[in-house]
């Protein structure tokens, strides 16, 4: 679960441009939206097209995504139960 | 009433260098305009992360934007833009992400950048301006059009000072001319001045 969360991080800073973060800056728990990583809704749309890309997950429901984008902590568990790839 | 107006201050980004009113403000050896922008605008500006997610056209407007109105008043300012190749360079990438069925992964923060007057709405975000604007396409700076739509904008009171200009990106090849119309100045906003920034 440690390597996927990593894994994730540097995905993460890679796909959104997060120019001056890494990945030792981001906390397991730190909230990705609002205060935290501060994150906006096209950053959201990109963190679905992430899973569906790298780990085959289809978000159908985009209210999924509030309580699965919270953190590293719950996208990572989300992963590791869900990914077909 | 406006009855006058002048050119009061003009930035020009191309060819890895900045200059202000003639003043050279930044240069670089990098060849690449991502890193060219990355270490100008983190030279003037190092607190927006947002430019960073930004397309490379609305990189050159901001970063042209920044320089130009660094130590500017910003109430009341419109924008008045144009340029030559539209959003092409961002259609084009956005085109590819969508040209394989089986790697079928548009990217949304590709796709929202694919309208040319995004560059102006990403200048009116970072300085706040909730004003006029208008956007152009033509093969050159079209100067008549441009000049009298900031003359309307002025003497009808729509705004008090217009930022007006070329941003220019295509496949790596840009050019920004950007410049403020004001009541105030000495240089005469006229087609003959306008067309000798870009000389």
Redesign the interface.
């Known amino acids: 679960m440690a390597e996927l969360k990593e894994e994730l991080k540097g995905k993460i800073i890679e796909v ?5 973060i890494a990945v030792a800056d981001i906390a397991d728990s730190d909230p990705l939206f609002g205060e935290g990583l ?1 994150l906006d809704s ?2 959201a ?2 963190l679905i ?1 992430l899973m ?2 790298e780990y085959g997950i289809k978000l159908s429901d985009p209210k999924q995504g509030k309580s699965i984008f919270q953190s590293i902590d719950t996208m990572a568990a989300y992963i590791a139960e869900n990914r077909t790839k | 009433m406006v009855e006058e107006t002048y050119i009061e201050k003009v930035c020009i980004v191309r060819a890895n260098s900045i200059v202000v009113d003639t003043v050279p403000r930044f240069s670089s050896d990098d060849s690449l305009f991502a890193e060219f922008s990355k270490q100008a605008f983190r030279q003037i500006n190092p607190e927006y992360p947002k430019f960073f997610k930004m397309d490379s056209l609305s990189k050159l407007a901001v970063l042209a934007a920044e320089y130009l109105l660094e130590g500017q008043p910003i109430d009341d300012l419109a924008l008045v833009l144009a340029n030559r190749s539209g959003s092409l360079d961002t259609d084009v990438r956005h085109q590819e992400s969508i040209q394989n069925e089986q790697e079928y992964y548009p990217s949304p923060a590709t796709f929202v950048y694919t309208l040319a007057n995004i560059c102006a709405g990403e200048i009116s975000i970072r300085h706040g301006l909730q004003t006029e604007n208008a956007f152009f396409i033509a093969e050159d700076y079209p100067i008549n059009t441009a000049r009298s739509y900031t003359e309307y904008l002025l003497k009808s009171g729509k705004a008090k000072r217009v930022l007006c200009g070329w941003v220019e990106f295509f496949e790596e090849k840009y050019d920004a001319v950007l410049y403020i119309v004001s009541p105030k100045g000495t240089n005469k906003h006229s087609a003959e001045n306008i067309k000798k920034l870009f000389e």
Not at chain 1, 16 to 20: K, V
């Open positions: 959104l441009n997060l120019e001056d501060g096209i950053d749309l990109e097209v569906d890309k």
